[in-house]
């Protein structure tokens, strides 16, 4: 069925949802989102491990994260649905130098920007981890007010009051491939037919650079496989056990139900769209998971995740337009960009209708950057 939109956004995650809620916020009308899978959801937002955090090691990452976590926080009450915030806090464990070094001016950083985060010597973090080994933690640092929040009720929530708006929210329907005349967009073809629009958002996430590819427009977005499990009631973990991350190694760990949510990140993945787990992967995690946290040995695995990180070459997100006239982009968050979705909605609604992003300035994370030599440099991402 043909049809006519004011702005069509691809991909219904986190991204799409906000950006479109925030877009019919502001009164746009005439917005359609559309979504290839049966459910919005289930890209990367579904598999993400739900952490949320103001330690980052660049000014803007912070800056977004000072703006997006406080509306995680407002979230049932502004948009209706429930999200489960738990400040259990993050506590990156650091075990050389190298690490301690850069964590020191991170943690500067935070704090001429706000941000209250604890500097931890190693004893402190033995003391306050007594199920996990950490003999050769130099070092580590607490941000009391990181944690987790429920993604798939971030999604749902944005969706529904998105809806309630009157944006037409359309699953299982395909983008394909785009019109273009003279410079600009001028529709979306999908499975389910044509989209005339003026203004088109790519919120699709890893899929995000195949996506510009379809509209000719280079997008460095590189999708790279990451995985986790949840194991079996652990009644060991205290309910106030924080997110541990150690450093050096990629490898996380946060309570998740009455058991324990860890992943860890192969260094050796390479780009790809396979969303399998990867036994092989699974193993060496486990061991290195189980040298940290010798109980994990009693414990069976629940679940199992692998989805895909959006990874940019500076691993910072890319907003707003492109030489495409009508065309913007919304992704590329390269592995956290779940806590950062309630802001990007709104910024992307500002540099729509505004012509320039007002409450976070994001003008240098631009696609033109690429081409231009002008790269922002990430420190904290595992
Ligand atoms: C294992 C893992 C752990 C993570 N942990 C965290 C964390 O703890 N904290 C954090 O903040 N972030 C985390 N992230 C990153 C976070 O999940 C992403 O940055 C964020 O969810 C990206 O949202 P998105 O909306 O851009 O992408 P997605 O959620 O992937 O949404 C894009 C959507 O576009 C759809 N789509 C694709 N192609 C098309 C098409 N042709 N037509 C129509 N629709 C299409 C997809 O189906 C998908 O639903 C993690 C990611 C992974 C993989």
Partial sequence: MNQTANIVIIGGGVMGVSTAYHLAARGVKDIILVEKEEFFGTGATGRCAGGVRYQFATEVNIRLSLASLPMLE???????YPIDYRKCGYLFVLTNETDVAAFQRNVALQHSLGVETEWLEGD??????????????????????????????????????????????????????????????????????????????????PWAGVISEMAGVEVPITPLRRQWLTTTPLPEIPADFPFVIDFAQ??????EGNGLLTGMSNPHEQPGFSQNVDPDWELTHMEAAIERMPLLERAGAASRVAGLYEVTPDAHPIFGATPLEGFYLVAGFSGHGFMHGPIAGQLMAEIILDGAAQTVDVSMLDLARFTEGRLIREYNVV
Wanted: hydrophobic share 40%; proline share 4%.
């Fill in 250 to 255: 990629a490898l996380y760990f946060h309570r």
């Fill in 74 to 80: 407002r979230f049932e009450e502004e948009i209706g």
């Fill in 124 to 205: 402190e973090i033995r003391r306050r981890l007594p199920l996990m080994r950490f003999d050769d933690a130099l070092a580590g640092t607490f941000g009391p007010d990181d944690g987790l929040v429920d993604p798939n009720g971030v999604v749902m929530g944005y969706l529904k009051a998105a809806q309630r708006l009157g944006v037409r929210a359309l699953s299982e329907t395909e983008v394909t491939g785009f019109t273009v005349k003279g410079g600009r967009i001028q529709s979306v073809h999908t499975t389910q037919g044509e989209i005339a629009a003026p203004v088109v958002v790519n919120a699709a996430g």
